[in-house]
């Protein structure tokens, strides 16, 4: 089993700004995409961004120009930065890590954006 901490969620006025940060335990090896997903009240899960061991990255349209997405591969960290954000990015936020065909979730950090 993998654990993945999140930190970074809260409550933000429409247009600001959060950080959100994924620590994956530092013994894995074998990380073959770390992501951020999201899920909103009533809707699906989606993908939000992604990003490959070798800093290839892929967002979703919504989100292109306002997120970025990094890392550090030395302490297996990733990271969203979140910019002009809109009260349609209120949702939960988990980071994924995919391990080979095997994925896993944190527990989630609720982003908010008030109006």
């Known amino acids: 089993q993998v654990q993945l901490v999140e930190s970074g969620g809260g409550l933000v006025q429409a247009g600001g700004s959060l950080k959100l940060s994924c620590a994956a335990p530092?013994?894995?090896?074998?990380?073959?995409?770390m992501a951020w997903d999201r899920q909103a009240p009533g809707k699906r899960r989606e993908l939000v961004a992604r990003?490959?061991?070798?800093?290839?990255?892929n967002y979703t349209d919504s989100v292109k120009g306002r997120f970025t997405i990094s890392q550090d591969n030395a302490k297996n960290m990733v990271y969203l930065d979140m910019n002009s954000l809109k009260p349609e990015d209120t949702a939960v936020y988990y980071c994924?890590?995919?391990?080979?065909?095997?994925?896993?979730w944190g527990r989630g950090t609720q982003v908010t954006v008030s109006s």
């Open positions: 530092g013994n894995i090896r074998g990380i073959t995409v």
């Open positions: 994924q890590v995919d391990l080979g065909v095997r994925s896993y």
């Open positions: 990003i490959t061991p070798g800093g290839i990255t």
